[in-house]
């Protein structure tokens, strides 16, 4: 199961209109779909799905449900979350939710 959460890691960019472009942008969620940047997670909080993930399921755009846990690795020392296991009132089991990266584009 697919799931959208968010880790994008900022790049460093060298030419000075498109730095002060993605300096004006990276601060409006309307430029990125409403997805921000970084996302702080605990057990316990409420989450909402952006996009259609499994119709069959019931897991479509705006199906809320709450984060059980995560799925964590170490990766040279680091912790990584893997999945987000989060659970729907409609389903009997917690979904894992992989999270997914997104590009937009700076300059139009």
């Given amino acids: 199961m697919r799931g959208v959460?968010?880790?994008?890691?900022t790049v460093t960019l060298t030419l000075p209109k498109v730095e002060k472009t993605y300096e004006k942008i990276s601060e409006d969620g309307t430029r990125t779909a409403g997805l921000e940047k970084k996302l702080s997670l605990s057990i316990g909080a409420k989450v909402m799905l952006k996009r259609n993930q499994n119709v069959d399921a019931g897991l479509v755009d705006g199906s809320i449900g709450t984060v059980e846990g995560f799925n964590i690795t170490m990766q040279q020392s680091t912790p990584h979350i893997n999945t987000i296991s989060v659970k729907y009132s409609h389903l009997d089991k917690p979904v894992n939710i992989q999270g997914e990266s997104f590009s937009f584009e700076v300059l139009k």
């Fill in 5 to 9: 959460f968010l880790n994008v890691t």
